[in-house]
Nanobody, 116 residues
């Protein structure tokens, strides 16, 4: 059974930082991309950004310059470094793995709350 597990969510003050992790049991050679999504209460899930096998990253305009996506191929883990957090960043953050045959696997999500 494929595992995709996010971790690192927490309560943080505005202006603070967090690093989320996404660990997967999928073999690295089967992964085409890793995407980070978030869903705030009452809102649709939205794409935060992604990273592909070449290490090319993309970001939504709302997080560009504040968030950084990276991956450790040796550990089969991806990361979402979030700096200068704002209250609007409060959401459940999800990791989605896209395989080379276009299968999608989601994690269970991790809660990020930005509040003073």
């Amino acid at each position: 059974q494929v595992r995709v597990v996010e971790s690192g969510g927490a309560l943080v003050q505005p202006g603070g930082s967090l690093r989320l992790s996404c660990a997967t049991s999928l073999p690295i050679e089967t992964i085409r991309a890793m995407g980070w999504f978030r869903q705030a209460p009452g809102k649709q899930r939205e794409l935060v950004g992604s990273i592909n096998t070449a290490g090319v990253t993309t970001y939504s305009d709302s997080v560009k310059g504040r968030f950084t996506i990276s991956r450790d191929n040796d550990e089969n883990t991806g990361y979402l470094q979030m700096n200068d957090l704002e209250t609007e960043d409060t959401a459940v953050y999800y990791c989605r793995i896209t395989t080379i045959i276009e299968n999608f696997y989601w994690g269970q999500g991790t809660q990020v709350t930005v509040s003073s």
